[in-house]
């Protein structure tokens, strides 16, 4: 069936057009939200998305924009989304892409083995508070370079 | 680290585009300015935070619970970025500016100096007050000079961004709503149409600093008609009367003029004299003396690591 597993390839490059609403420019799927997609014979679409920590305010926001993206693509017939309690969200998700893009456009690291570097100089930084504005990321500074920077975790 | 021989050099530099970076040997105006204004955003940002906080038990419905707990995580994390790049300036150290805000003797923005009586009032923050910071926010980013304060804005505007989606979908609710909905929100409307109106400041001297080091890069009225010019049709066009009996639609222009305004209250508020002004100082200064056990605490593990 190859027209399905084109409209499955399809979907999910319109579902990999949305961005994160507070990151702008970095994909919800580079960021690891997408687990699963399916498209049945009829062009029914269901989508399980992981949310990064539970109660993230935006949750509802991204179902919209991820509900209007799938229902775009043409041959689509419904969408279901729905949010997958496991597996849990990790930072091992985030792709070398959004990574990069995370660094570079908006100055944030992300930890790995729970360390993290300086996008501005590449030193390792030391944590100031694990509360940063969103669940998702913890405030740290570079002893390298001196900036205030946000970690991913 | 850049260093400039003479202030009419680091001026060229300013004029040029030229970022500068916290280690720069940047000149003592230039210093003192970009430290007060980060200090007064990071003021602002905290009390804001403690506003939304004040909500969380009294939002109506799990939903706008989560909004305002998010709402309140981003502004106290704002607020601790801001504050690490206002101490790094080495004017003041961050304890400095933190017992100088709960001792009234420094400033933070005129609209967290008034009293939040409903929720139409949270929605007339989230819709309108948000949006002119916003406003602000954007106008500051777009060719700010300093650059370890630029890079935070960055994702400061993103979020914002993220508040104000709320703030509209929070505005579409209660204007759909019923008549009680209705003259809640317009109640709050009458008071803080002006408030709101007034976080731009008066008009932008000739001669501002604050544009002259690439702090800000717009004037003042300018970003004010912005929202005006945004706001006034929206909230019209919704059903809802903007209190201002000069407000007019000049059907020639397509454009909205208001009225005069009184500054008097918003220099009530810069001598933190406004009307809620001293029990949201007291309020902010209650949290901190409450916490002073987890700094004490902080402070010994840290001794016993050294």
């Known amino acids: ?153 | 680290m850049n260093r400039w021989a003479s202030t009419e050099e680091f001026q060229a530099f300013l004029d040029d585009g030229g970022i500068v970076e916290a280690d720069d040997d940047m000149s003592d105006e230039y210093r003192a300015e970009v430290f007060k204004f980060i200090e007064l955003h990071a003021n602002s940002e905290l009390m804001g935070g403690l506003t939304e906080r004040d909500w969380i038990p009294r939002s109506p419905g799990l939903r706008r619970k989560m909004g305002v707990l998010a709402k309140t995580q981003d502004e106290i994390g704002h607020a601790h970025l801001l504050y690490m790049v206002a101490a790094d300036l080495g004017v003041k150290t961050r304890r400095q500016m933190l017992e100088d805000l709960f001792a009234g003797r420094s400033r933070f923005h005129n609209v967290f100096h008034y009293a939040a009586v409903t929720w139409g009032d949270q929605v007339a923050i989230a819709y309108l007050v948000d949006a002119a910071a916003l406003i602000s926010q954007q106008a500051v980013f777009k060719n700010c000079s300093y650059g370890p304060y630029r890079r935070i804005l960055r994702r400061i505007i993103a979020e914002e961004g993220f508040h104000m989606r709320h703030g509209e979908e929070m505005l579409l609710t209660i204007a759909e709503g019923t008549t009680i909905q209705h003259d809640l929100f317009q109640a709050a409307l009458d008071r803080w149409w002006l408030p709101a109106l007034q976080l731009f400041g008066p008009d932008s001297k000739p001669d501002d600093e604050l544009m002259r080091f690439r702090i800000k890069s717009e004037p003042n009225e300018v970003l004010r008609d912005r929202w005006v010019q945004k706001y006034a049709p929206l909230l019209t066009g919704y059903g809802f009367t903007i209190p201002d009996p000069d407000l007019r639609h000049d059907p020639d222009t397509g454009r909205w003029e208001i009225g005069p305004i009184d500054w008097s209250h918003l220099k009530a508020t810069l001598a933190n004299a406004g009307p809620d002004s001293a029990r949201r100082i007291g309020n902010a200064a209650r949290h901190w003396s409450d916490t002073e056990w987890v700094r004490d605490a902080l402070d010994a593990v840290a001794k016993e690591a050294a």
């Open chain 1, 1 to 153: 069936m190859n027209v399905a597993v084109d409209l499955v390839d399809a979907v999910r490059a319109a579902v990999a057009e949305v961005d994160d609403p507070e990151l702008p420019g970095v994909s919800i799927v580079d960021l690891g939200l997408l687990e699963a997609l399916s498209v049945d014979a009829d062009g029914a679409v269901s989508i399980g998305l992981i949310p990064t920590f539970s109660g993230c305010p935006a949750l509802s926001l991204i179902t919209e924009l991820v509900r209007a993206a799938a229902a775009g693509v043409e041959g689509v017939r419904s969408v279901n989304i729905t949010f997958l309690s496991a597996p849990a969200w990790s930072v091992e998700r985030i792709s070398e892409r959004a990574r990069e893009q995370l660094a570079t456009r908006l100055t944030v690291a992300v930890e790995r083995d729970g360390r993290a570097e300086c996008p501005r100089c590449g030193t390792e930084t030391v944590e100031r508070s694990m509360f940063g504005p969103t669940r998702c990321r913890a405030i740290h500074r570079c002893p390298g370079c001196g900036e205030a920077i946000e970690v991913m975790r």
